[in-house]
């Protein structure tokens, strides 16, 4: 992988709809360098990230491999994701459905702290492009308007069709107090009655514990995306 600050290695294949699905999970995920999408026999489907292509692929066929025979041990054969970590870098492998798998490449020390949520999110992204059953997973991903004391008032889905469409206010319930230091959560409910948790992680990412959805059309109006400022 290149240094930061380099100019970026020009691909080598077609960008798919995935690379940005994984290129959205790098921006996510604290200390990311690059991730790729993998078939059965280790092929790279796409991938997005910083560094020579050439090497993407061979880490991620080899990390293919790796998960094939952890989860080939008798006591390890429900095993769905793994991490490594290396002297140059970090790595996370996650099994997919029909036999692919997301393998991401993370900075030397970055830590796995911010794979979690965003992880979810990325597989139920790959899921509605592949056409694969959605993943149960609680997360998704949302971007949130705050006012002057860092307060959600409004929030939208931050992919699908109503990522670019209006967003809906939120009516603050309260305030967790057990988040993580580096976690803001509160519970805030829609004005369509559903009531949803909602986090922002130390990264600036908001994610909620349940499908945004519900909202009357009637009673949203426009947000901008998330900037450093209103986050």
């Not at 290396?86 to 996650?94: D, E, T």
């Not at 006012?147 to 319930?173: K, N």
């Amino acid at each position: 992988m290149r240094p930061r600050g380099r100019k970026p290695t020009p691909r080598d294949q077609h960008e798919s709809a995935f690379a940005s699905i994984l290129a959205d999970l790098l921006v996510r995920v604290p200390g990311g360098k690059a991730a790729a999408l993998v078939d059965r026999d280790g092929e790279t489907v796409d991938y997005s990230g910083r560094g020579s292509p050439y090497e993407m692929r061979v880490a991620a066929a080899h990390f293919r491999i790796v998960l094939d025979e952890t989860r080939g041990q008798p006591s390890l054969g429900g095993a769905r994701s793994l991490v490594a970590r290396a002297s140059r870098a970090s790595f996370a492998v996650h099994a997919l459905p029909d036999g692919y798998a997301l393998v991401v490449c993370l900075a030397r020390g970055a830590g796995f702290r911010g794979l979690g949520r965003a992880l979810q999110v990325c597989i139920r992204s790959l899921a509605e492009e592949a056409g694969w059953p959605a993943p149960p997973s609680p997360w998704y991903g949302v971007e949130v308007l705050v006012d002057e004391r860092g307060v959600p008032q409004a929030a939208r889905p931050s992919r699908g069709p109503s990522a670019a469409g209006q967003a809906a206010p939120l009516e603050i319930i309260g305030r967790y107090r057990a988040a993580p230091e580096h976690e803001r959560a509160w519970r805030v409910r829609l004005l369509s009655g559903v009531e949803l948790t909602l986090v922002r992680e130390s990264s600036g990412f908001w994610y909620v514990d349940e499908p945004f959805s519900g909202v009357r059309p009637a009673a949203i109006r426009p947000v901008p995306r998330p900037t450093k400022k209103n986050l």
